[in-house]
């Protein structure tokens, strides 16, 4: 009996065809999953505190910048294995709930947090803009910079606010309708700006419960906002993952893509185990990354394991098979990297030594401004996620009827690509909704493996070491009358 997966879906019923009811480091792919890439070191000493936020912004030359901050410091990644440090003479004090937000306007890169000025720098440190507000948020559209949740003189510290710079000015931050700054407050839905994202030509406000669209139309308002019907919002910038296209966001209790009309529910088969696993009390630490090699987008979560809010768990989906998996590792940020090549002189700054090397040689990570999804790890720590996959597994929804008993005695999985090995253990029961047990363990070989269990019930796990990707399972299940 052939099973092809049909993908993660812990919330459907366990006797589904064809689902997978628990995974350890597989993601979706289009032949069905793969064993994710284990972290690799990004080539940079730790930073000395948790990474509040990280880019790479490119100039319009094609050059690239990748900051990283933390509460006191920007740094710049420019010269492994130590950070610049690129910060304002004085640093930066940031408060106990915020992070950094960057973008990019022209050649001037740009960095946002709560607790400071807005920062730019076009070569070597950040400066204050003299008369720019202190922002939680910084977005960019052609000929604008956008600011969200502000603090400054004339109108003080309000989360609803917006301000747009002067047109083609990154230094122009006094209201004037010929040079079209301006700004205004959000205040049709209750509540602070929660998250500030670009999609094509429109800017994007979420609140907790609410979606507001912006749309540059010229002077004296130069930006018309629109608030969508319903009452779906986000609780934090991270947790919006743009893949150019489309937003990918984490919901109060849901996931989302919106495409710039609505936003539409895709978390069906997840959201119920996803949303019992979060610790509510800190979603706002949620961190999303693209991968867009992948197509996956991926969000690091503080599951209720993490008592002090560090995320330590991850779930991902990808966008064009319709498909979720896990992804078991935390990350305090994470950024599409590009990257570098790799040479004799250098590889040291990666691997202590030839032995030490966990990339496969096909990776991403030997090629030269290609993108690899990179996160700063719970120790702070850039890596990125190239490695060769550790031990991963893969659970089967439950085979069987209640009827009828059937003899397991052969399981053959069907990989696109052989891991370096694996094992395979069976769980059985007699009646639907009890508990499992667990039966034994038995180790893969000539592509199958041999098991002789009588049951009603039958569910597997596949644990895998080394690069693979799975399609589906070959079960001999073979009846034996009912009783």
């Not at 910048?65 to 920007?74: V, Y």
């Not at 906002?225 to 910038?237: A, E």
């Not at 030490?356 to 030997?366: A, E, L, Q």
């Amino acid at each position: 009996m052939l099973i092809p997966f049909t993908g993660y879906a812990p919330d459907l019923d366990p006797s589904t065809p064809g689902i997978i009811t628990n995974l350890v480091d597989y993601y979706p792919t289009a032949k069905g999953y793969g064993a994710a890439p284990s972290n690799t070191s990004g080539g940079f000493d730790a930073l000395a505190t948790a990474c509040l936020g990280a880019a790479l912004l490119q100039k319009l030359d094609g050059s690239v910048r990748l900051f990283a901050g933390t509460a006191g410091a920007l740094y710049e990644a420019s010269a492994a294995p130590t950070y610049t440090d690129r910060s304002k003479v004085g640093g930066y004090s940031a408060g106990s709930d915020h992070r950094w937000s960057f973008a990019q306007f022209g050649d001037t890169s740009l960095a946002a947090i709560k607790s400071d000025t807005l920062q730019s720098s076009s070569t070597g440190a950040f400066a204050d803009i003299a008369g720019a507000p202190k922002a939680r948020f910084v977005e960019t559209l052609p000929g604008f910079v956008l600011l969200a949740d502000t603090n400054e003189g004339t109108y003080g510290d309000q989360s609803d606010r917006w301000w747009c710079s002067e047109y083609n000015n990154v230094n122009g931050w006094t209201p004037a309708v010929a040079t079209q700054c301006t700004t205004g407050r959000l205040i049709g839905s209750p509540g602070p700006i929660r998250g500030w994202k670009r999609l094509g030509d429109e800017i994007i406000a979420y609140k907790d419960r609410s979606i507001i669209v912006g749309r540059y139309v010229g002077s004296p308002a130069v930006f018309e906002f629109n608030q969508l019907p319903g009452d779906i919002g986000c609780s934090t910038n991270d947790a919006i993952v743009s893949i150019g296209s489309a937003h990918f966001f984490v919901g109060y209790e849901d996931f989302y893509l919106f495409d710039g009309s609505r936003p539409i529910a895709i978390g069906g088969p997840v959201k119920k185990t996803f949303f019992t696993d979060l610790n509510k009390q800190y979603r706002y630490k949620i961190v999303g990354l693209h991968d867009r090699i992948n197509s996956l987008v991926m969000f690091f979560y503080p599951s209720n394991s993490a008592t002090t809010g560090i995320n330590d768990s991850c779930i991902c989906y990808n966008y064009k098979t319709d498909k979720w998996g896990k992804i078991n590792r935390g990350a305090e940020a994470g950024l599409e990297n590009l990257t570098g090549q790799i040479t004799y002189a250098n590889i040291g700054n990666y691997f202590a030594s030839y032995a030490d090397i966990t990339v496969t040689y096909d990776s991403p990570f030997w090629t030269q401004n290609y993108p690899v999804p990179t996160i700063f790890d719970t120790s702070h720590t850039m890596q990125t996620l190239t490695g060769i996959p550790g031990t991963c597994s893969i659970t089967t929804g439950d085979l069987g009827d209640d009827n009828t008993f059937s003899l397991l005695d052969r399981v053959r999985p069907r990989f696109s690509t052989a891991p370096t090995s694996a094992t395979l253990t069976n769980y059985y029961r007699n009646t639907s909704g009890s508990s499992l047990t667990q039966d034994k363990t038995v180790t893969m070989t000539s592509g199958k493996c041999d098991l002789f269990r009588s049951s009603r019930w039958h569910r597997l796990k596949l644990s895998t070491s080394g690069v693979s990707e799975l399609s589906s399972i070959d079960v001999s299940l073979q009846g034996e009358g009912t009783e």
